[in-house]
């Protein structure tokens, strides 16, 4: 009896040490602890009250309740205590306060290395994928350096010097139907992008594996997703198949439900609300994807909260009296939901521009002082 005991724990050692995630074929045996890959999503204008109202539109249910440690962020500007987009993505992308509007530099105008420049240092991967134009702010922090985020042409002229290698998002025009005339797509094919667009379906792309992929979903902006955009989830899919098989030192994935944020803006709880379904399903391919490779930290957080959403009296599963009290962005402060090796970084009340810094300290990296 003892013997077979000792043959199926022998058995059970041998299978489950083959079963782990440790990176052998790389030559490396990383700690459990660190991750390889980085997904970082941002729900545009998700304050609790957004997570909310999703998850009560979702049988009660939200995929963020696979996240095991939470946070809140302080969201203030350098020069505002209501942040946008552009001040927020920044202090994410860069890890500086900056003025409203800013995309990838200081206060001071000045261009900030952000963490895909870091990235791709380590010989990462980097990509986004959202659901406003590649152009728009958020996106922007992660790859431009412009003074202001509504110069959507430099932004997109800036794209060709970030060594991204996918983004998937609408803006079209801005590569080229440009004011300027200059059509840029000729430029990035040269830098090795295949270019695609809504044209061909996710399934159907054939991307030779030294090539890297833009992909626009929309000639401007992308339609809200009650209008037939379905793109979010299946995207996000493709982007972490793509960069898994291609970098072999892991990756960094920017993932936006860009328009959650519109709904506020145009308080529209419907809208809202639709956004906040659509996000889900993406965090559910993105939870999936993470599980199953066991080396993935998944950071969910929102630039800031839009609208002033409350929840009110009166309100039944699936149909919720939500009253705004706000068109635009408020200042409570936003929580940050983390899962996967790295995640217990993340817990605490803390500034925005502190996922930076604990993204990389997940990561292992060194944290200098000047960054
Ligand atoms: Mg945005
Ligand atoms: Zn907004």
Same mark, same amino acid.
């Given at each position: 009896?003892?013997?077979?005991?000792?043959?199926? #724990?022998?058995?059970? #050692?041998?299978?489950?040490?083959?079963? &782990?995630?440790?990176?052998?074929? $790389?030559?490396?045996?990383?700690? &459990?602890?660190?991750?390889?890959?980085?997904?970082?999503?941002?729900?545009?204008?998700?304050?609790?009250?957004?997570?909310?109202?999703?998850? #009560?539109?979702?049988?009660?249910?939200?995929?963020?309740?696979?996240?095991?440690?939470?946070?809140?962020?302080?969201?203030?500007?350098?020069?505002?205590?209501?942040?946008?987009?552009?001040? =927020?993505?920044?202090?994410?992308?860069? =890890?500086?306060?900056?003025?409203?509007?800013?995309?990838?530099?200081?206060?001071?105008?000045? &261009?900030?290395? $952000?963490?895909?420049?870091?990235?791709?240092?380590?010989?990462?991967?980097?990509?986004?994928?959202? /659901?406003?134009?590649?152009?728009?702010?958020?996106?922007?922090?992660?790859?431009?350096?412009?003074?202001?985020?509504?110069?959507?042409? !430099?932004?997109?002229?800036?794209?060709?010097?970030?060594?991204?290698?996918?983004?998937? =998002?609408?803006?079209?025009?801005?590569?080229?139907?440009?004011?300027?005339?200059? !059509?840029?797509?000729?430029?990035? %094919?040269?830098?090795?992008? #295949?270019?695609?667009?809504?044209?061909? %379906?996710?399934?159907?792309?054939?991307?030779?594996?030294?090539?890297?992929?833009?992909?626009?979903?929309?000639?401007?902006?992308?339609?809200?997703?009650?209008?037939?955009?379905?793109?979010?989830?299946?995207?996000?899919?493709?982007?972490?198949?793509?960069?898994?098989?291609?970098?072999?030192?892991?990756?960094?994935?920017?993932?936006?439900?860009?328009?959650?944020?519109?709904?506020?803006?145009? !308080?529209?709880?419907?809208?809202?609300?639709? %956004?906040?379904?659509?996000?889900?399903?993406?965090?559910?391919?993105?939870?999936?994807?993470? %599980?199953?490779?066991?080396? /993935?930290?998944?950071?969910?957080?929102?630039?800031?909260?839009?609208?002033?959403?409350?929840?009110?009296?009166?309100?039944?599963?699936?149909?919720? $009296?939500?009253?705004?009290?706000?068109?635009?962005?408020?200042?409570?402060?936003?929580?940050?939901?983390?899962?996967?090796?790295?995640?217990?970084?993340? =817990?605490?009340?803390?500034?925005? /521009?502190?996922?930076?810094?604990?993204?990389?300290?997940?990561?292992?990296?060194?944290?200098?002082?000047?960054?």
């Amino acid at each position: 009896m003892n013997k077979i005991a000792a043959v199926l #724990l022998v058995f059970f #050692l041998f299978g489950s040490c083959r079963s &782990s995630k440790v990176d052998f074929e $790389n030559g490396t045996s990383r700690s &459990s602890k660190k991750p390889i890959n980085v997904i970082f999503v941002i729900g545009d204008g998700m304050g609790l009250t957004q997570v909310t109202a999703g998850m #009560l539109n979702n049988f009660n249910k939200i995929e963020l309740e696979k996240c095991t440690t939470i946070g809140l962020i302080k969201t203030h500007a350098a020069d505002d205590l209501i942040t946008d987009s552009a001040a =927020g993505a920044t202090a994410f992308a860069t =890890g500086k306060k900056t003025y409203l509007g800013a995309i990838g530099v200081n206060s001071d105008t000045l &261009s900030v290395k $952000n963490i895909f420049d870091k990235a791709k240092k380590k010989d990462m991967g980097t990509g986004v994928v959202v /659901t406003s134009e590649i152009t728009h702010a958020t996106p922007a922090a992660f790859f431009a350096h412009e003074d202001y985020r509504l110069n959507y042409e !430099n932004i997109a002229q800036d794209f060709l010097s970030s060594d991204m290698d996918i983004a998937i =998002g609408g803006g079209l025009k801005y590569f080229r139907d440009r004011r300027d005339k200059k !059509n840029l797509l000729p430029k990035l %094919e040269k830098k090795g992008y #295949l270019i695609r667009n809504w044209q061909t %379906e996710f399934h159907k792309l054939q991307v030779p594996q030294d090539q890297k992929l833009i992909y626009f979903t929309a000639l401007d902006q992308p339609k809200r997703r009650s209008k037939g955009r379905v793109y979010l989830p299946k995207a996000t899919e493709f982007a972490m198949n793509f960069l898994q098989e291609r970098s072999k030192s892991g990756f960094m994935l920017m993932v936006e439900g860009s328009q959650i944020d519109w709904g506020g803006h145009a !308080n529209n709880g419907q809208y809202v609300i639709d %956004e906040m379904l659509d996000f889900n399903e993406t965090l559910k391919k993105i939870f999936d994807f993470a %599980e199953k490779d066991g080396h /993935t930290l998944v950071v969910v957080t929102a630039d800031h909260e839009t609208g002033g959403l409350a929840i009110k009296r009166g309100s039944e599963l699936h149909n919720l $009296n939500l009253k705004f009290s706000s068109g635009g962005h408020t200042g409570t402060m936003i929580p940050v939901f983390a899962y996967g090796p790295g995640a217990e970084y993340f =817990g605490g009340i803390y500034d925005n /521009t502190e996922i930076f810094n604990k993204i990389q300290q997940a990561l292992g990296w060194k944290k200098n002082k000047d960054q």
